[in-house]
């Protein structure tokens, strides 16, 4: 078991990040592989939180070699998910949709404020078009909010997050117009 040696226990934060893309490349779709089923993202999901996969703080770690390792599967997730919301098959952007919502909740603060903005403009076009799978709209709603929810911070944040929510009512609304 050499792999483990450098190992202390289960618990040990140079295990996150080799789970985590141990997921991407078992457990999530891609361009290559179909979609499984439900059972398979509840199964991430349930991964993602129980150990804590997508929260972990740089600044408790001493070991730069662990924190690029971690940054790199961090970087890993969420351009496989923006892969997949860009995807032209609804089962394959709800999953990313839905994944992203999870991120969005478990990821530390401090990727989630460098991140928000982006993964809020990935999120607006599966809102409001006519052509877009129901599944996916309600996803990206469902996302969207665990998204505004978490920019209930700090002032400047909720001002981010107040300007947010207006652009999703804008969107949703034009239709009506």
């Excluded at 809020?120 to 599966?126: A, D, M």
């Excluded at 078009?129 to 990206?140: C, G, H, L, N, R």
Aim: glycine share 4%; hydrophobic share 40%.
């Amino acid at each position: 078991m050499a792999a483990f040696d450098h190992i202390k226990d289960m618990y040990d934060v140079a295990l996150k990040s080799r789970l985590l893309h141990t997921l991407i490349r078992d457990h999530v779709p891609d361009n290559k592989h179909p979609f499984g089923s439900p059972l398979d993202l509840s199964k991430v999901v349930y991964t993602i939180k129980t150990h804590n996969l997508l929260h972990e703080s740089v600044q408790d770690l001493t070991d730069q070699k662990l924190i690029n390792n971690w940054r790199s599967a961090i970087d890993s997730w969420v351009n496989h998910l923006m892969e997949l919301i860009a995807s032209e098959i609804p089962d394959k952007c709800w999953a990313g949709i839905c994944l992203l919502g999870v991120t969005c909740q478990e990821c530390s603060y401090e990727c989630f404020l460098e991140s928000y903005s982006g993964w809020f403009q990935k999120h607006l076009p599966h809102i409001q078009p006519m052509e877009t799978s129901q599944f996916v709209k309600v996803a990206s709603c469902a996302s969207m909010s665990d998204l505004i929810s978490r920019l209930s911070g700090p002032a400047n944040v909720k001002r981010d997050g107040a300007a947010h929510a207006g652009k999703l009512i804008q969107q949703g609304i034009q239709p009506v117009l």
